[in-house]
């Protein structure tokens, strides 16, 4: 029998969950790479901070846009999408491994999307 994964909530983004987010994306695109067999990405504190400060910027021009999952405390995942005039980006998307494959990106999508309505 396998593991359980504790459920999930949805919240909206706020600027201090970017750390967070960050290792989430950071961990989720690691695992993405070696699954593929693709190349190892940069990881050094420069594209932390970068990507980091991205996520901070995006919850702060479009915070409808910028939704996280929680199982508890933890970041369980996170979306961000932008919206400029009737244009509509998703932009990130990561969930953490542990809850891949349970329908936390379905969930944060439809945050997301919503967004674009």
């Known amino acids: 029998m396998g593991a359980v ?19 989430v994306w950071r961990a989720a ?10 190349p190892a990405h940069s990881d050094d504190e420069t594209a932390r901070e970068r990507l980091r400060r991205r996520i901070q910027l995006l919850c702060d021009t479009d915070p409808g846009g910028s939704w996280v999952a929680t199982d508890g405390e933890a970041i369980a995942g996170f979306a961000q999408a932008i919206r400029r005039e009737s244009l509509w980006v998703l932009s990130l998307l990561a ?9 936390v990106a379905r969930r944060l999508l439809e945050r997301a999307v919503a967004y674009g309505d």
């Open 5 to 23: 994964t504790p459920p999930v909530d949805t919240r909206p983004m706020l600027p201090d969950d970017a750390a967070a987010c960050e290792e």
């Open 95 to 103: 969930v953490a491994v542990e809850h891949q494959g349970c329908g």
């Open 29 to 38: 695109f690691t695992s993405m790479r070696r699954a593929y067999h693709l």
